[in-house]
Nanobody, 125 residues
Framework: VQLQASGGGLVQAGDSLRLSCAAS????????MGWFRQAPGKEREFVAA????????YYADSVKGRFTITGDSAENTVYLQMNSLKPEDTAVYYC???????????????????WGHGTLVTVSS
């Protein structure tokens, strides 16, 4: 299984950016896909997750109302639309996936089965 994240870049505060994560080797329609991020000098933190083909979505309080996670089951891809970006959103963003949607703490990194390489998002003030 591979998770290929893309879409990171350098933007200004208030701008928008969309991250994509394409999964190959397995489908996750009955599982979970999502995003974590890690800022310089900080611990990795949960950002958002989508479960059961879009039936449920979860967000960190810090991004609620600004970020939207969506999925395309046919393409086995998940997207993270990030609006009203702030300098504190600067981080490496990691795509994650889990085979099953149940018995999971969405906010816990260890509950995910697969991790992709990160994509860097830099928000300048």
């Amino acid at each position: 299984v591979q998770l290929q994240a893309s879409g990171g870049g350098l933007v200004q505060a208030g701008d928008s950016l969309r991250l994509s994560c394409a999964a190959s080797g397995r489908t996750f329609g009955s599982g979970v896909m999502g995003w974590f991020r890690q800022a310089p000098g900080k611990e990795r933190e949960f950002v958002a997750a989508i479960a059961r083909g879009g039936a449920s979505t979860y967000y960190a309080d810090s991004v609620k109302g600004r970020f939207t996670i969506t999925g395309d089951s046919a393409e086995n891809t998940v997207y993270l639309q990030m609006n009203s970006l702030k300098p504190e959103d600067t981080a490496v963003y990691y795509c994650v996936a889990r085979r099953q949607w149940y018995n999971i703490n969405y906010y816990r990194a260890g509950d995910y089965d697969y991790w992709g390489h990160g994509t860097l998002v830099t928000v300048s003030s």
